[in-house]
């Protein structure tokens, strides 16, 4: 470690005599890397739309330095929900050769010609045979799926003990050209004839927030130092080869912790961070409509042995393509000075941000936006229910407080089970499993301050979707997990822990998917009061009560702090198959008679059948049969607005009002 301590005296000496000969001292490029980067293009449904204008800046980037471009993402490519399952229709053959979940995605970014990419959390979220099922080529009758043509890397995760993943593992410091779609620790890329280093790293959170089968995840602990270690030695294979460019490829959910590898790590370059959807940008950066910059492009740091380390993240859902033109010096030290504010930065594809290019967009990616715009249109035709509101899914807002989409589900949840099991009183589901909102949002023509405004879903006349229609489009985007519905019993002191898990991670600026959207109760929490740890039960729960479908209180099981009643008297809680079995944490495993029943797993007379597109029993099936049952026309539609967290009535939190529960 620390190879380039030792160039740092010659570097000065250099430096000096620049400045004496000039009075300025200019720093010297041996070599030039043009570094396209994104993460986060899992998102909105609308992200598809994007597709096109984001492709022809890569190709239009790329003409720019043919011989120095390097085309990577820090990961989540994909996530359950409409364009991942719309690829899995027959009427995707023609374009993909072989139809499957996930594969559209794929195949755009083989069209952008992408070199490696980190492996994402919802990378992972169809199971480790999900994204084996994405990477690798398939024939069929219909033609051949090629898989993805690069690499998915992270020197934290073990994929030799999954049955999936285990036969596509390969050696970390190989050319990229040599594994594709193949799962390593690192790889290697030739750029303008110089050695480029690739290393992955994913969150160490992987194993409880997605699905990874037989992966081994490391470090088992939330320590940023034990991960930086084994990323380290990762690197030091790299540079024992003789590597003296090294980008870490990084899918850390939280830009604050990628600034802290920075300062830990030896020998790494560039870091790009995925997961926290962080926008950087520079002052010549034109952004969407109503975006702020989080910090500037690309953000300065120092590693470990004194050298710099430039830190880049762009917002995802093909929104932004990350631009970042940098020099190296002979010895392979990044040379700060040379990124141009000019050329480097974060490049907006809405359209009047986009600058004039020349480059097409690739033909395979027109094909395969069109066909899956036709599967999709099928899908916004299907109309589900009615709203005269936003219903709010955004990540902000469901991972940190009530919202009305949230209510909205959650009831869905609990009138759903009651149709199996009458004594069903109450629901709880995690807000990170609501992953868009359903409405529309907007900045008025003419608007100086770009302020957003929100309504309903628009009309879409060509298929048939009226202003206020939730179709079986928005279903799908909003709950694209699809999770299954289990019941079970808790007692009342069980209930105030599964509540403490659900609130134990909330902070400012945290937006924990852990957090709850709840309906059969209310209760109040005080987040300045101790989080439930491990060996620490929690105190920030106060108040707790259980309420009919009128909202009136049926029983109070804490008030101001302290129990009431009996703390084993049960609950029947309907809640998700992922939570249920421990998903982001959840107790259940330790409830003491949970009786459970998998709604997914009835013979199916119990559901109202008035919506056929989702499994019996599943969230997507819940909302869509309780929207056709209580929302289906103008009249009945939903007319609840969202409300500041400080108007919430389901979930108070007393940072910001007092408790109305006591």
């Known amino acids: ?101 996930g594969r559209a995605d794929m195949l755009f970014l083989n069209a952008m010609g ?34 993805a043509m690069f690499p998915y890397l992270s020197a934290n995760v073990d994929f030799s003990g999954d049955e999936a993943t285990a036969p596509f593992v390969a050696d970390g410091g190989r050319v990229n050209a040599a594994i594709p779609g193949r799962f390593a620790p690192s790889a290697l890329a030739v750029v303008g004839g110089e050695v480029i280093g690739l290393v992955g790293a994913s969150t160490p959170m992987l194993d409880s927030i997605t699905t990874t089968g ?49 300062g830990l790590l030896y020998d790494v370059d560039i870091i790009v961070g995925g997961g926290s959807n962080t926008l950087l940008a520079d002052r010549t950066d034109v952004l969407w409509p109503g975006d702020e910059a989080q910090d500037t492009y690309p953000m300065r740091r120092v590693g470990a042995g004194g050298d710099p380390v430039l830190l880049v993240n762009v917002d995802g859902d093909y929104r932004y393509l990350g631009r970042l033109v940098v020099g190296f010096d002979r010895d392979g030290v990044i040379i700060p000075e040379t990124v141009d504010a000019t050329v480097s930065g974060a490049y907006a594809t809405a359209d009047d941000a986009m600058p004039e290019v020349a480059a097409d967009e690739a033909p395979v990616i027109a094909a395969i936006v069109e066909d899956v715009h036709a599967v999709l249109q099928r899908r916004e035709g299907n109309i589900l229910g009615r709203t005269q509101v936003y219903l709010d899914g955004r990540r902000s807002q469901v991972r940190t407080q009530e919202t009305n989409l949230g209510d909205i589900t959650a009831d869905a949840n609990l009138w759903y089970a009651q149709q199996f099991d009458d004594a069903a009183q109450i629901s709880l589901k995690n807000g ?77 600026g945290a937006t924990p998917g852990q957090f709850p959207q709840i309906g059969g109760m209310r209760f109040s929490f005080d987040p300045s009061r101790t989080a439930r740890a491990d060996g620490t039960p929690g105190d920030r729960v106060r108040d707790i009560v259980i309420v009919d479908a009128s909202g009136a ?25 992922f939570l249920a079995d421990g998903g982001d944490g959840y107790p259940f495993d330790a409830l003491s008679q949970p009786a459970r029943t998998d709604l997914d797993a009835s013979d199916g007379s119990a559901d109202p059948g008035r919506a056929g597109f989702a499994a019996v029993g599943t969230e997507q099936d819940a909302l869509a049969e309780y929207l056709r049952a209580m929302h289906a026309s103008p009249a009945s539609a939903i007319a609840a607005e969202e409300t500041e967290a400080s108007e919430d009535v389901r979930i108070q939190n007393l940072s910001v009002r007092r408790s109305s529960l006591r």
């Open 1 to 101: 470690m620390g190879k380039r301590r030792f160039v740092f005296v010659a570097m000065l000496i250099v430096g000096i005599a620049l400045v004496s000969a000039t009075g300025v001292q200019e720093p010297r490029t041996d070599f030039t890397l043009q570094l396209l980067h994104f993460a986060d293009i899992d998102g909105q449904p609308e992200a598809i739309d994007n597709v096109g204008s984001f492709s022809r800046l890569v190709a239009e980037f790329s003409d720019a330095y043919p011989a120095g471009t390097l085309v990577v993402s820090s990961g989540d490519n994909f996530i359950p929900g409409p364009r991942y399952f719309a690829a899995d229709d027959d009427a995707m053959a023609d374009v993909l050769g072989v139809p499957g979940e």
């Open 432 to 508: 990170g499993g609501i992953r868009a909102a359903i409405g529309s949002s907007f900045v008025p023509p003419g608007s100086n301050d770009y302020t957003l405004e929100f309504g309903p879903p628009q009309a879409i006349p060509s298929v048939g979707k009226p202003e206020g229609g939730i179709s079986q489009f928005d279903i799908e985007g909003s709950l694209r997990f699809n999770n299954s519905l289990s019941l079970v019993t808790v007692t009342a002191a069980e209930l105030r822990q599964i509540l403490e898990h659900a609130v134990a991670a909330t902070e400012d």
């Open 114 to 147: 992408v070199t490696a990419s980190a492996v994402g959390n919802h990378d992972l979220d169809g199971g480790p045979g999900g994204l084996v099922s994405a990477v690798r080529p398939e024939s069929g009758d219909t033609g051949d799926y090629p898989g």
């Open 553 to 577: 209180v049926t029983d109070r099981v804490m008030v101001n702090g302290q129990m009431q009643g009996d703390p084993g008297r049960t609950f029947r809680l309907v809640t998700l198959g």
């Open 214 to 262: 037989g992966l081994t995840v490391t470090p088992d602990s939330n320590s940023i130092e034990e991960l930086a270690a084994i990323i380290q030695g990762e690197v030091d294979a790299l540079t024992a080869q003789g590597v003296d460019k090294i980008v870490l490829l990084s899918h850390m959910q939280q830009l604050a912790i990628e600034e802290q590898l920075a």
